[in-house]
């Protein structure tokens, strides 16, 4: 099916430790954005990358690096995990005028 | 402050009535407004997306207002149904790449 598509879906992590989060697209959209939500709070955006090539700073960014490894794939890494990055994080993708976003499924990370 | 504001942050109705959720926002300029469907562990799936001309825009049961002069908006939902259960969330884009999110009204449709 065609969507976006997160990876993992869970993950605990210790203080201090890094992973990176995988995101894929398969609608050929040129943009796409990783966001945050936690409890009582809108969706927050902490990088995204309006084509392939170039990455831009959300409103949260720290904490956080980002790759766009080609036109389907954006990953999002923490380098030293920390437990206020404890949340559940969307990826999401959009075509160039940005309508219309497509949201992944979501990553549930707790940072103990 | 969070620039879009959503009331109320809950609300349970039983299995067939209609209810109204609403949003109120302070984005400047505004460009369009959009509502999202959150079910429990899933990602935001669009249901509607106005621009500040189009007063009000309907997807089946949904029917979303916009007043561009008061900064409001509503989704109203008719005959609900227990699918119907989820977190509703207005969005205003804020520019090309900036969405601004309210924190979501929960529904709960009860049989």
């Known amino acids: 099916n065609a969507g976006v598509t997160q990876t993992p879906k869970f993950q605990v992590l210790k203080t201090g430790q890094s992973m990176t989060l995988q995101c894929a697209q398969d609608m050929n959209h040129n943009s796409m954005y990783w966001y945050r939500q936690d409890p009582g709070m809108g969706l927050r955006l902490i990088y995204y990358s309006a084509s392939e090539g170039t990455t831009d700073k959300g409103e949260v960014p720290n904490g956080y690096n980002v790759s766009r490894l080609n036109k389907r794939e954006f990953s999002l890494r923490l380098e030293s995990a920390a437990p206020s990055q404890t949340s559940v994080y969307f990826c999401?993708?959009?075509?160039?005028?940005?309508?219309?976003?497509?949201f992944g499924s979501g990553t549930r990370l707790t940072v103990v | 402050k969070n620039q879009v504001e959503q009331s109320p942050q809950s609300l349970i109705i039983l299995e067939g009535k209609n209810c109204t959720l609403q949003c109120n926002y302070t984005v400047s300029p505004f460009s369009n407004l959009r509502w999202y469907k959150q079910d429990t562990g899933r990602g935001p799936v669009s249901l509607t997306i106005m621009t500040f001309s189009e007063n009000t825009k309907s997807n089946g049961r949904y029917t979303a207002t916009l007043d561009a002069d008061t900064k409001q908006s509503s989704l109203h939902i008719t005959a609900s149904q227990l699918s119907d259960s989820a977190s509703y969330i207005c969005?205003?884009?804020?520019?090309?790449?900036?969405?601004?999110f309210g924190a979501g009204t929960t529904v709960t449709v009860r049989a």
């Open positions: 999401a993708s959009s075509a160039s005028v940005p309508y219309g976003y497509t």
């Open positions: 969005v205003v884009r804020v520019n090309d790449y900036k969405l601004s």
